[in-house]
């Protein structure tokens, strides 16, 4: 039985609620060889309008990665409440002060000592393309009441809710 798909905007809704619940994703780049490096990431909360907001610093690997080959992969996952998300872009290095000011936590000293006068201090953003969530809200009982149900009756498995977001207008990024 094929599952009932969400409105774009339903879908849009449910991915923001879930990484606003995530603060940390594992951001994955491409090197200038073309292997895939990860690393985490704290993202910014803010209401998703199509783009997401990292700080870094100007001069780390990361830039570099992103200035040769803008395309990342963002995955978010909290296995306590089994949600997961997956998030491919176009990611840009930002050079702007008043950006980063809007978008500032004291936290971020930790990393930033000299707070937003650091010298170093940039912004990377993320415009999402596409997107993919599996959600199960469920309890740990209600899921293996299902596991144990499709065994038996030889219907697979359907833990909850699976999205695909296609953001991707296919315009190029600004430089």
Known sequence: MARKKKDT??????????IKDIKVAMMTT????????SRPMWTHARDFDGELWFFTREHSPKVDEVTH????????????RDRYVSVSGRCRLVLDKEKARALWNPTLK??????????????????VE???YWDTPSSRMVQLTGMVKAAFTGQPYAPGDHQKLDLDDSAPLPH
């Open 69 to 80: 080959d803008h395309h990342v992969n963002l995955a978010y996952s909290d296995p306590t």
């Open 9 to 18: 905007q339903d879908v849009t809704e449910h991915f923001d609620d879930l």
């Open 130 to 132: 596409k997107a993919e």
């Open 110 to 127: 930790a990393w930033f000592p000299d707070g937003l006068d650091d010298p170093e201090l940039a912004l990377l953003c993320v415009r």
């Open 30 to 37: 491409v090197e200038a060889d073309g292997s895939l490096r």
